[in-house]
């Protein structure tokens, strides 16, 4: 059986009155793309931001290589994030202000890495996801599909162990959304980065090697759901 990289049990979570998760249980294993379907609110984010460490759930336990979350402090877990975790989120959220070179270098300069040798990475990134001629530009400037490009290059260039994409290619038209796919699934399976992927599109769901399903704040299995 594949190592299990990160661990929720029984994630409870509250916001006021909404149960967003009620008993979730996940694993996930090195190195697969895991993808968590389901209905509109009923908990995937949630459940993404608990598992990356984004929000702390009420109840429950998340352990990352045997590491319980909840036994971090602010620091240890903001370092986790920042060297073992990557994010592509629906819409980019690009640096307005930064180039598409600075906004894919950043990561690797908040890590202490020199300016020359971040941006020789954030190139090789771009190049990658195909979008390296664009470089100088700011992410007004660019197309939806190009952003999404960008931001999975800023999501790799740390060359995470997780991934987490929420609805990455959620803006974008199934053309656009394919290729971003693609490209992003290319990238990760040479890096042998595991990612949680959140989607309620079987077409994106398509390029997972395992798919969960969450309903009202648990986890099923398709077959078991179906
Ligand atoms: N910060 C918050 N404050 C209040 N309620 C929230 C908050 N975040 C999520 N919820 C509620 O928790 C439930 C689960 O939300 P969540 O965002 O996890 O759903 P989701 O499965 O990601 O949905 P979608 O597919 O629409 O993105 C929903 O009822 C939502 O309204
Ligand atoms: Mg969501």
């Known amino acids: ?13 509250a916001f006021g009155p909404t149960q967003a998760l009620r008993g979730a249980d ?17 908990g995937k984010s949630t459940l993404l931001h608990c598992l990356a460490g984004i929000i702390a759930p009420d109840s429950g336990t998340i352990h990352y290589r045997g590491r319980d979350l909840a036994a971090m402090n602010d620091g240890e ?17 690009l ?3 930064l180039t598409l070179l600075e906004n894919v ?28 001629e664009l ?27 997780v991934v987490f994409a929420d609805e ?10 394919e290729k971003v796919m693609q490209l992003f699934t290319d990238a990760v399976r040479d890096t042998q980065a595991a990612v949680v992927l959140v989607t309620h599109e079987a077409r994106v769901a398509a390029h997972s090697d395992r798919e969960i399903v969450v309903r009202d704040g648990r986890v099923g299995h398709p077959e078991l759901v179906a």
């Open 1 to 13: 059986m594949a190592e299990s990289l990160l661990v929720g049990r029984d994630l409870h979570k």
């Open 26 to 42: 996940v694993a996930v294993h090195a190195g697969e793309i895991l993808a968590v379907m389901g209905p509109s609110g009923s």
């Open 77 to 93: 877990r903001s370092a986790l994030r920042r060297t073992e975790f990557g994010f592509v989120f629906q819409f980019g959220q």
């Open 95 to 97: 640096v307005p202000e």
């Open 105 to 132: 270098a950043l990561p690797l300069r908040l890590g202490g890495v020199r300016r020359k040798a971040a941006e020789a990475t954030a190139r090789e990134w771009l190049d990658r996801l195909e979008v390296g």
């Open 135 to 161: 470089g100088d530009r700011r992410p007004g400037d660019v197309s939806g599909g190009q952003g999404q490009r960008v931001a999975v290059a800023r999501a790799l260039v740390t060359r995470p162990k």
């Open 168 to 177: 990455p290619t959620g803006a974008l038209d199934s053309l656009n959304g």
